[in-house]
């Protein structure tokens, strides 16, 4: 990755971070705690030819951001951390035969809305999924976090989408 690719990237952290302590922790749909993880997007944009540990660096330095704004004691750490975890995985799964073009990286702009739907969706009810059972931290009320996952995930995912067709249109 170059100084300048490096820079762009350490660039949309700070922006994105800004965006959910400032704007999105701030929007709640219901009682039950229904609000969108728009952080995650950094996750998902990073460049294929990123090496593992840096993935997983990028997620964790992420996800505690949001903590230490959140007060939420690594939960969201925890979450971002296994979703760079699943990321790989992903990824080969929804990979054509040709795999992924060099220098680019995952979005609409390069794979089409379909592709990046399924990538997004996946990846974000797999980060909800662990945030909210870690956060729960029993299996009590599992049908009730599902829902939650579900919705939030969707929110999410929306949230995504349009951020795509907006911001990263080239990108």
């Known amino acids: 990755m170059s100084l300048n690719t490096l820079l762009k990237y350490i660039g949309i952290f700070v922006l994105i971070i800004l965006l959910q302590v400032l704007l999105f922790n701030n929007i709640q749909l219901s009682e039950s705690g229904i609000s969108p993880f ?9 460049p294929f030819e990123i090496r593992d540990w ?50 680019t990286s995952p979005g609409i702009a390069w794979y089409g809305f379909s592709w990046f739907l399924k990538y997004s969706f996946l990846l974000t009810f797999a980060h909800d999924l662990i945030y909210f059972l870690v956060l729960q931290f029993s299996f009590k009320d599992f049908f009730f976090v599902l829902e939650k996952v579900f919705f939030t995930s969707l929110l999410t995912v929306i949230l995504i989408l349009l951020s795509q067709f907006l911001v990263f249109r080239n990108h």
């Open 38 to 46: 728009f952080y995650i997007l950094f996750i998902l944009i990073l």
């Open 54 to 103: 840096a993935l997983l660096l990028f997620a964790f330095f992420l996800g505690l951001s949001v903590d230490i704004f959140t007060d939420t004691g690594g939960v969201h750490a925890s979450a971002s951390v296994f979703t760079a975890f699943l990321r790989p995985l992903i990824l080969r799964i929804l990979s054509g035969r040709e795999g992924y073009a060099p220098e």
